[in-house]
């Protein structure tokens, strides 16, 4: 079947301005995760949903960045008033559900964020 | 704080022979701990996983790795690596309590196998 998709693949955008990204996690599964992986790093944790809400958002880094989950399946990260230490690559990760201890997190390919 | 460590950014092999990648953590709470593998241009892939029972577990493309609590290490080993192992490697832990669903991943380590 299907897995994670995310799109755009690659976005470029200027300082300042503002931006979407997508994913489309594995139907049917509940919990829905979003990573940034700096170069050189492994990936960090920002934010986690549970159906339609986010159960976890403490690893956003400010109020420039926010998620929503509308309808429990597609998600979509933006991005305000983008700074050049937000390039990236973003990843999304689904799960059949986010508590019990066999679960896995299925990961998209991830967009690559730069900001010039 | 629950970190992840893994001390080596970069391990250079010859097809055939063995490797371990190394990662540590540190935390006093119970842990789920987990390898992926990174491909150029692609997505993180789930090589094996441990959650509780036997400390060694065997994961795809045959690769093992051994859960040792009191030194609070999860090394992966392959007794002989080929060509098409190169990639990066991220060690991820789930430390169960608060924000027990996200993991926490290392800095990773580039496997370089050459002929």
């Known amino acids: 079947g299907a897995g994670v998709s995310q799109t755009p693949s690659n976005k470029v955008t200027e300082k300042g301005k503002y931006v979407e990204l997508r994913c489309d996690p594995i139907?049917?599964?509940?919990?829905l995760y979003w990573y940034r992986q700096s170069l050189g790093q492994g990936p960090e944790f920002l934010i986690y949903?549970?159906?339609?809400?986010?159960?976890?958002d403490s690893g956003l880094p400010n109020d420039r960045f926010f998620a929503v989950r509308p309808e429990g399946s597609v998600s979509t990260l933006k991005i305000q008033r983008t700074e050049r230490g937000d390039s990236a690559v973003y990843l999304c990760a689904s799960s059949l559900a986010g508590t019990g201890p066999s679960y896995e997190q299925y990961f998209g390919p991830g967009t690559r964020l730069t900001v010039t | 704080a629950q970190s992840v460590t893994q001390l080596d950014s970069q391990v250079p092999v010859f097809e055939e022979a063995p490797v371990e990648l190394r990662c540590n953590y540190s935390?006093?709470?119970?842990?789920?701990l987990f390898w992926y593998v990174q491909y150029p241009n692609q997505g993180l892939q789930l090589l094996l996983k441990?959650?509780?029972?036997?400390?060694l577990v065997k994961g795809i493309n045959g690769f093992e790795a051994e859960f040792n609590k009191s030194q609070t290490s999860f090394h992966l080993r392959k007794p002989s690596v080929h060509i098409s192992d190169t990639a990066e490697y991220f060690c991820?832990?789930?430390?169960?309590?608060?924000?027990?669903?996200?993991?926490?991943f290392g800095t990773g380590t580039r496997l370089l196998v050459s002929p």
């Open positions: 441990y959650l509780s029972g036997s400390t």
């Open positions: 949903f549970q159906g339609t809400g986010a159960a976890d």
């Open positions: 991820a832990v789930r430390f169960m309590n608060t924000g027990f669903q996200k993991l926490v």
């Open positions: 139907s049917g599964h509940t919990a």
């Open positions: 935390s006093s709470v119970s842990v789920y």
